[in-house]
């Protein structure tokens, strides 16, 4: 009992986390879309692309966290946004760029290795609930 309240407050924090990542990017796209294109993964359009749609796929996911409402479906979706940052962090970094991308978990920046192991055990800890 304890060990399923422990987990739903992770949920929770995490969803919480998400909602507020996303609406911190949705108040400024362009920022948000420089801060994507700053990895020089994707070309500038796409960039733009992402910078109005991951907002609220953030938003709904944590949601989706915090009301257990499509659970599954928003644990799968966070992990994989949480992978694709830190890999896309990992490369930036081991390429010499420097990034920053607003609204993660207190403006994460891409220089603080402790922030991305902490982004790899939530999404570990958070999978395990299932």
Known sequence: MAAKIIWRTIAIVIGGLFVYAGAVKIIDPA?????????????????????????WLEILCGLALITRVLFRGAVF??????????V?????KARGL?????????????????????????????ARSI
């Open 31 to 55: 920022a948000f879309a420089r801060d994507i294109d700053n990895y020089k993964v994707l070309p500038w359009q796409p960039s733009v692309w992402l910078a109005f749609y991951l907002p």
């Open 77 to 86: 979706i966070v992990t994989g946004l949480m992978i694709v940052f830190v």
């Open 88 to 92: 896309a962090s990992i490369v930036a």
């Open 98 to 126: 420097e990034t920053h991308v607003i609204g993660d978990a207190a403006d994460v920046n891409s220089e603080d290795g402790g922030t991305i192991l902490a982004t790899i055990a939530q999404a570990y800890d958070l």
